[in-house]
């Protein structure tokens, strides 16, 4: 694809540097340098806030197809209403075909809407674990930003120690809880986008035999001119035209995942080893 290998920039930065960065705050969050103020490290609600965004967003993308399919099904009505009006028996046959053919797509992309939104469901359990760990973050936080305090108010606050001791625990605590969000991050996003390429590829695979059928329907049409006073041949596509429509209708109902094909030729080729072994030498 013509396009970037990443939708970020590092503007310029070589990726060890980048590395590098990223040690030397985890350290300093760690170990202060000798005579400065310890503090917390900001707790990063980014990652949250950037989560929320992409489920509203997604849920516009939503909005943005289901409004679409409205369009779509007054479309498909009014050019079958518009062939009707002009008294042409072929284009009014052909444009009511083709308002069946724009009618169904309408429906594969309501259908796409639905698999989008599971898709999107599926990226709430992220969300909703995050925000489950955020409690743990916060109170990891304000340990620390109380041992900063006392270190610079009161270096020898015995208060350091029980603060030190709580933030280990805290830190243990913090671990377990980020091992699970890391967990369900990856297994959840890695279902909500299997979820959505699945549709996508059903959606683009329907699309094209609608696409097929459509282009069939209009091959009866013909646009042979005709001059000034010429009657046009008579229309006799009708029977034509329905059944384009009822092999576009069955090869639809044909249509599998090619995960379920892959499935059906296994099966195929197992029951015919079967049979081969079956019969006497």
């Known amino acids: 694809m013509n396009r970037a290998v990443s939708l970020r920039s590092s503007k310029g930065r070589e ?11 985890a ?17 990063r609600d980014s990652r949250a806030a950037t989560d929320a965004r992409l489920i509203k967003t997604e849920n516009n993308v939503i909005s943005a197809y289901e409004t679409a399919v409205k369009e779509r099904h007054s479309v498909a009505a009014q050019l079958s209403d518009w062939g009707e009006a002009t008294g042409d028996d072929m284009v009014s046959d052909i444009s009511d075909k083709l308002g069946v053919i724009i009618a169904e797509f ?15 469901s599926v990226l709430k359990h992220i969300r909703n ?19 900063a305090h006392l270190r ?23 671990l377990v809880a980020e091992a699970q969000l890391t967990n369900i991050t990856r297994s959840k996003l890695k279902e909500s986008y299997q979820l959505h390429f699945a549709a996508v590829q059903e959606r683009a695979e329907k699309s094209i035999i609608l696409a097929k059928y459509g282009c069939k329907l ?24 329905r059944q384009t429509l009822v092999e576009c209708e069955n090869e639809l109902a044909r249509w599998k995942p090619e995960s379920e094909q892959m ?6 080729a197992a029951s015919e080893g079967e049979a081969k072994q079956s019969q006497p030498a």
Not at 15 to 25: E, G, I
Not at 129 to 145: L, N, T
Not at 219 to 241: F, R, T, W
């Open 129 to 147: 674990i995050e925000q489950g760990v955020q409690p743990c973050r916060d109170q990891k936080a304000k340990v620390i930003d109380r041992i």
């Open 263 to 268: 499935s059906d030729e296994g099966s195929l």
């Open 106 to 120: 309408a429906e594969i992309e309501d259908w796409f809407a639905s698999q989008l939104e599971d898709s999107r």
């Open 218 to 241: 209009l091959d009866l049409l013909d646009d042979a001119q005709i001059g000034p006073g010429e009657m046009s041949q008579g229309y006799e596509g009708e029977g034509a035209a």
């Open 15 to 25: 990726p060890s540097a980048v590395a590098s960065d990223k040690v030397q705050a």
């Open 152 to 174: 610079h108010s009161k270096p020898e606050a015995p208060e350091i120690v029980r603060l030190e001791q709580e933030l280990v625990r805290v830190e243990a605590q913090n």
């Open 27 to 43: 350290l300093a969050a760690v170990r202060p340098p000798s005579g400065a103020v310890e503090e917390a490290v900001p707790v």
